[in-house]
């Protein structure tokens, strides 16, 4: 199709609520009947070629009261326009009126087109004056042009012929509404749904006109704006009408008769709304004869004439209506006046009032939301980023003139723009209201505020009482605030939307918020590898899941195993594996045998914690003596609840009163969203889908034993050639873990090759994170020297230093004078039972920071928590020299006492002469930017989350230290 675009006088607005005045004919007498259109409506001046009568839409006084007329039914009926206008003077009466439905019909020539009359209601003559004809062009005087500002009337020696005569072949009903005579209920609701059905009619008729429109590219039938004008004017009439109703329902209890003029006052607006299903019924099948160009030619040309007051703004539209923005109603009477001062009204198809002075258009994250048909917003919350939230932007079109006010109100807001005529006004309910007031006259502005929601809370936690070297873990937090509902997002919660302006109707919008999650994964699990156990020992398992959107928390998650008949879950040792439960962990998991020996897992719900979008949680027990055979884990369910123990209604954020418009409809019923994902939400088990929801156990009672073992030294794999003064570096450390079913009580053998000189070795701290060791265990160390001399320690403690370098919590090693240690022996009190490990499963492989489980971003090359540090420095003795680049190792073998079981584990590394690499942290003020070979630090490295840094992005050669989650600096 062709698109006809004429150029705007300044912009397309609306006003909500206007009073005009509408010209009309009694014989050969113009006159002005004054009336209130609630949200300014689409007033048609329709004088030139159709019945013109008194507009009679409903007038709201500020008691919400309306008064209604009579409304005559009246035929629009149009003469065919001249084929070529050829005289430039105009009869001053050559208007044709006949009868039609006992009213009056106007065709022809509006007779005011180059009259001086007085517009007033008493006004009983107008003189006519034909101006001289012009060979060039038509001219037009117009005494309007000296009070206006902007653009008046000018003449052109090229402009088109202007007539006042249009066709219009509009044949438009009127609607005459049929009073209530006493309030009830059933008429109440009967008023809302003839309003709904009217404003389905109308957008289907709109949908009718938009599909003509878009149907061919090389038609001239374009995109009827008075169409667009209407559907929007009616969905404001409907929310009227809804507004309206309620009002009569709250008053009805105690004034029957007030409430039933309030329900007169909405039946007289669903009057109108059915005229203008009228008017677009009627435009739908004009504008399939096409663009007439005469029509548009004589608008334009017309529109070069007129002459607009201030604070005012026009446009001519594809057909050749005339369509008028106006910041208030006495400007826009200005304009009707001027109009047919100037003879030129009948110059146009139509005059439209556009329906507002103010719109508001929502935008927010691509691929997870949505506009509907009313410009309110729907947000997948699956799809949005649950980390940050969504930013929504909000786009305000307003014009007016000096000292007009337009505001926004939303729970929360970020930005706004405009800030030196802007003000931010906090609400009792902790809502934001954003007001522009406007600084000059004539006014069109553009302002946008934006504000976020459905970020989630993770917080960083730790329990020093029950886990004291574990450090942070981080859970999905219950906390309220702009990012979220109680840390998580509801399934149909809403965010009001409320604006409004001077001498406008206050509107609403909303965002919606879906939010309903599915599994990417549901595991039951053992921690280790094999499936072959003993009955009598204790294990750990796991319970599993992953969340269709990440950080998107699920609120309570509550699951079932079905357990094998003579299984026995250990409560005090589960208790204490929670501190590596992933994302989960102490405080967040509560257990529960049920009968038919199933475990009940309930992850968030309490404490202030929520379920996280994904995580892991283990649990302990065992099989009782005499078990045999396959026996098999189940899961048997998965429920979520964001807002656990409700009813399942979304809730609808304060908006300073704004909320109100979502929380029932008029017949007080709740309308918000209830849903079983806020209440508690039962997944479906598929296997096809979640493959791995049992497992199976072999008890056997066959030994078997295996002791893994992992080494670290850092990302390069490389130690620097050299000794730093007076301190500990670092040559590497060993994790282990057990992955038999039997315990292993072990003698452990750290080989410290010629070329490396050791200074000590750190024992690792029993309780830390990404370990499951046992906390009571004491350690006895022999050091071996190479003179054949050896010194042991005995009884020493969790994260105990053994060193030849004096310092906190250090026993000194005496290292004979031209000897080196060649070997550190070790054993522990307690053996190592299955399932048993330091730092083996969701180990943090950067340095093993004390900061949270499953981190894998904390600093490089330094002593592991859950390790055995070896410590010292490479090449610094003479009698055996390192060359750059030498490829050497650290070897740690070990045994069990009870068996014949032995293995080993190696440490590679190269050495170098690269003394410069720096470990490199973020910028925090409290923290030197690098930290120098030799640098003691003891502030926290980890991922950045909390008070943590950075993690690395250089290794640090020669690091020397490292701060567990009690404080203690390790030399």
Do not use: C
Not at 223 to 240: P, R, S, V
Not at 845 to 850: C, F, R, T, V
Not at 890 to 903: L, P, R, V
Not at 911 to 917: E, F, L, S
Request: proline share 3%; no cysteine; hydrophobic share 30%.
């Amino acid at each position: 199709m062709n698109r006809y675009k004429y150029n705007s006088r300044l912009y397309r607005d609306s006003l909500e609520k206007q009073e005009h005045y509408k010209l009309y004919k009694k014989g050969k007498l113009w006159l002005v009947a004054g009336i209130s259109v609630f949200t300014s409506g689409l007033t048609y001046s329709m004088l030139s070629s159709h019945p013109v009568h008194a507009d009679t839409t409903a007038t709201y006084d500020d008691a919400n009261t309306q008064s209604v007329s009579d409304v005559s039914a009246a035929t629009a009926t149009a003469t065919q326009p001249q084929a070529d206008v050829t005289s430039t003077s105009q009869s001053s009466d050559s208007s044709t009126t006949t009868a039609a439905n006992s009213s009056s019909t106007t065709t022809g020539t509006d007779q005011a087109a180059t009259a001086s009359s007085t517009q007033s209601a008493g006004a009983t003559s107008s003189s006519t004056t034909t101006p001289a004809a012009s060979s060039s062009s038509d001219t037009q005087s117009s005494d309007a042009s000296a009070s206006s500002v902007g653009r008046t009337a000018t003449s052109s020696s090229k402009s088109t012929k202007i007539t006042n005569k249009t066709s219009n072949d509009l044949k438009v009903k009127k609607t005459t509404p049929k009073k209530v005579t006493k309030y009830t209920k059933k008429s109440a609701q009967s008023i809302v749904a003839q309003a709904n059905k009217l404003m389905q009619s109308t957008q289907k008729q709109i949908e009718k006109g938009n599909a003509a429109a878009n149907a061919k590219a090389d038609d001239n039938i374009p995109t009827d704006d008075a169409l667009t004008a209407i559907g929007t004017h009616q969905k404001a009439q409907q929310a009227q009408v809804l507004k309206t109703v309620k009002a009569a329902q709250k008053i009805a209890v105690k004034n029957k008769k007030q409430a039933t003029m309030k329900l007169n006052s909405a039946l007289a607006v669903v009057a109108n709304m059915h005229d203008e299903l009228n008017q677009a019924t009627a435009l739908v099948s004009a504008d399939k004869k096409g663009v007439q160009a005469h029509v548009v030619a004589n608008a334009k040309a017309a529109y070069d004439k007129v002459s607009m007051p201030s604070g005012t703004s026009a446009k001519v539209d594809a057909y050749g209506d005339l369509i008028v923005t106006a910041s208030n109603t006495k400007t826009y009477n200005k304009v009707l006046a001027s109009l047919h001062k100037q003879g030129l009204t009948g110059s146009f198809r139509q005059v439209v009032d556009p329906q507002q002075a103010m719109s508001l258009t929502l935008s927010g994250p691509d691929g997870a939301s949505t506009i509907d048909a009313d410009g309110n917003m729907d947000i997948d919350q699956t799809k949005a980023n649950a980390l940050s939230g969504s930013t929504i932007t909000a786009s305000f079109n307003i014009s007016g003139n000096k000292g007009d006010k337009f505001f926004i109100t939303v729970p929360s807001v970020n930005s706004w723009t405009d800030g030196s005529i802007a003000t931010k006004t906090t609400n009792s309910d902790g809502s934001s209201t954003i007001t522009w007031t406007l600084d000059a006259d004539g006014s069109t502005k553009n302002e946008t505020i934006t504000f976020g929601y459905g970020g989630n809370y993770a917080d960083s936690y730790d329990n020093i009482a029950k886990s004291p070297d574990t450090g942070k873990f981080i859970p999905g937090s219950n906390r309220t605030g702009a990012g979220s509902y109680n840390g998580g997002v509801p399934d149909g919660l809403i965010i009001p939307v409320t604006y409004g302006g001077t001498n406008q109707n206050t509107q609403y919008k909303k965002i919606t918020f879906s939010n309903k999650q599915q599994f990417r994964a549901l595991t039951v699990g053992s921690l280790q590898s094999t499936t072959t156990k003993k009955a009598g020992q204790n294990y750990i398992y796991t319970f599993g899941y992953n969340g269709s959107n990440d950080f998107d928390n699920l609120g309570a998650l509550t699951a079932v195993i079905d357990l094998p008949t003579n299984f026995v879950f250990d409560p005090d040792e589960t208790e204490y594996v929670q501190k590596n439960s992933f994302r989960t962990g102490i405080d967040v998991n509560t257990f529960k045998v049920l009968d038919g020996n199933k475990l009940e897992i309930t992850v968030g719900g309490k404490n202030n914690f929520n379920a996280f979008s994904n995580g892991k949680v283990y649990f302990v027990g065992h099989y009782t003596a005499g078990t045999t055979g396959n026996q098999t884990f189940n899961l048997e369910s998965v429920k979520t609840a964001y807002m656990p123990d409700s009813s399942g209604n979304a809730p609808v954020l304060a908006d300073n009163g704004g909320e109100k418009q979502f929380t029932s409809d008029p017949t007080g019923q709740v309308t918000s969203t209830q849903s079983d994902y806020n209440s508690g939400h039962t997944y479906t088990l598929d296997p096809q889908k979640y493959p791995n929801l049992s497992l199976t156990d072999t008890i056997t009672t066959k030994d078997v034993t295996v002791l893994n073992t992992g080494a670290w030294v850092n990302t390069s794999d490389s130690l620097v050639i050299g000794a730093t003064t007076n301190t500990n570096n670092i040559l590497g450390n060993f994790t282990m873990a057990n992955f038999g079913n039997t315990a292993i009580d072990p003698i452990f053998t750290f080989k410290i090759p010629d070329g490396v000189e050791s200074t000590g070795i750190n024992l690792p701290l029993n309780e830390a994170g990404n370990s499951n060791w046992p906390k009571d265990t004491t350690y006895d160390v022999t050091v071996n020297y190479s003179n054949n001399a050896s010194q042991s320690f005995t009884g020493l403690k969790s994260g105990t230093t053994v060193s030849s370098i004096d310092g906190t919590d250090v026993q000194l090693m005496q290292i004979p004078t031209g000897a080196h240690v060649t070997s550190y022996v070790v054993t522990q009190s307690e053996p190592i039972q299955p399932d048993n490990y330091l730092g083996y499963f969701d180990a943090i492989s950067n340095g093993g920071e004390a900061y949270y489980v499953g981190s894998s971003e904390t600093n490089d090359n330094d002593a592991m928590t859950y390790a055995f540090t070896l410590l010292g420095n490479v090449g610094t003795d003479p009698a055996y020299p390192v060359s750059d680049g030498q490829k050497m190792s650290i070897e740690m073998d070990y045994s069990d006492k009870n068996s014949n079981y032995s293995s080993n584990g190696i440490l590679s590394f190269t050495a170098t002469k690269d003394a410069t690499t720096e470990l490199t942290l973020g910028n925090d003020s409290d923290l030197p930017s690098l930290l120098q070979p030799g640098q003691t630090y003891t502030t926290v490295i980890g991922a950045s989350y909390g008070t943590s840094k950075d993690s690395v992005v250089g290794a640090n050669l020669n690091a020397n230290a490292y701060r567990d989650s009690q404080g203690k600096v390790i030399n």
